[in-house]
Nanobody, 123 residues
Framework: QVQLVESGGGLVQPGGSLRLSCAAAGSIFSINDMAWYRQAPGKEREERELVAVISSDGSTKYSGSVKGRFTISRDNALSTVFLQMNSLKPEDTAVYYC??????????????WGQGTQVTVSS
């Protein structure tokens, strides 16, 4: 199975920056999309918001609420995705989850989630 481990969350003041990381481990053949989602306080799992996604060709998409402030990038050699978050706002407060979709060595598709990392933006 593919396991994802996240790091980099924490408490930051409005206007500050944080960088999240998510690394995969397991018998991975290829990773297509690497994405970040967030779940705001009081929201259910089904209400997770797609924050950003980066495809295997390097193309990216962002939620309108973070475009221009957040940057997603990936290191394929390390099977890792990053989310650089700048100009953070209180409404960015949420648990951030990474999600990878790809193929394992046995040829089956997979979709795995990280454990979540808390980001709190507050003065």
């Amino acid at each position: 199975q593919v396991q994802l481990v996240e790091s980099g969350g924490g408490l930051v003041q409005p206007g500050g920056s944080l960088r999240l990381s998510c690394a995969a481990a397991g018998s991975i053949f290829s990773i297509n999309d690497m994405a970040w989602y967030r779940q705001a306080p009081g929201k259910e799992r089904e209400e997770r918001e797609l924050v950003a996604v980066i495809s295997s060709d390097g193309s990216t998409k962002y939620s309108g609420s973070v475009k221009g402030r957040f940057t997603i990038s990936r290191d394929n050699a390390l099977s890792t995705v990053f989310l650089q978050m700048n100009s953070l706002k209180p409404e960015d407060t949420a648990v951030y989850y990474c999600n990878f979709r790809g193929t394992v060595a046995a040829g089956k598709d997979f979709s795995s989630w990280g454990q979540g990392t808390q980001v709190t933006v507050s003065s």
